[in-house]
């Protein structure tokens, strides 16, 4: 077993991740118009149901979202800032793909309200490539692999029960509302740490 494949049936426990039901090929036919390859475990990550498919806003979508045939099972975890992050799915990589706005071997994998998180893509095979933020076409490092970023995803999960701290709105407002959400973004920061990320964030910051 894989430490990518340990991480995300760790994951599964929370969300609809569950094991593969598409093919390496599959990833690989609708990753062609990536002129590198990615590393094992981002395609091993594509393969897995519940890892990000489809289209937010589709070419014919009326703005409704009703003609959306995206899903992701990380994304429940957003329900109050699901405007603001998004895990990127392969087709949508596709349309934002721009070699002559940044480096072409970085594909989108996170979009978020301040910038966006790429995976390295490789001329030859890797087993693990780092993830990135790239802010005015400059890269820094966000977690040394993607397995890295899974594995601070799961066990984010594990100890504080989300990726995205929102405590129960009865308590808003409230020095105890603080108090909790202080500690469990804490706990995060602890965790990403951890796994390498040297801004302390799991997805944002």
């Known amino acids: 077993m894989s430490v990518m494949t340990e ?18 090929e ?9 002129p590198f390859q990615l590393s094992d475990e981002a ?3 594509y393969q897995w149901a519940g890892a990000p498919v489809g289209m937010m806003w589709p070419d014919d979508d ?6 959306s045939t995206y899903s992701c099972a990380l994304e429940r975890f957003f329900e109050s800032v699901s405007d603001l992050i998004h895990f990127v799915s392969i087709e949508e990589a596709k349309g934002y793909y721009s070699p002559s706005f940044h480096d072409p071997k970085y594909l989108q994998f996170v979009s978020y309200e301040n910038g966006s998180l790429f995976i ?15 802010e005015e076409c400059d890269p820094s490092l966000w977690f040394p692999s993607l397995t890295n970023m899974m594995l601070a995803i799961a066990e984010s999960l594990e100890t ?31 965790i ?13 910051n």
């Not at 599959?26 to 118009?33: D, M, V």
């Not at 390295?120 to 790239?134: D, F, H, I, R, Y």
């Open 26 to 34: 599959e990833i690989e036919k609708k990753l062609s118009f990536f």
């Open 192 to 204: 990403a740490q951890k796994y390498g990320s040297p801004t302390a964030s799991i997805l944002t």
């Open 62 to 67: 009326d703005g409704s979202y009703s003609n």
């Open 160 to 190: 504080v029960g989300t990726i995205w701290p929102a405590p129960s709105i009865e308590d808003y407002g409230t020095n105890k509302y603080h108090e909790k959400i202080q500690k469990q973004w804490q706990v995060m920061e602890a």
């Open 43 to 45: 395609y091993e990550f």
């Open 120 to 134: 390295a893509g490789s001329e030859t095979k890797v087993e693990n490539s780092p993830v990135l933020q790239l």
């Open 7 to 24: 991480a995300l049936e760790r994951i599964s426990i929370y969300c609809e991740l569950s094991e593969p039901d598409r093919p390496r």
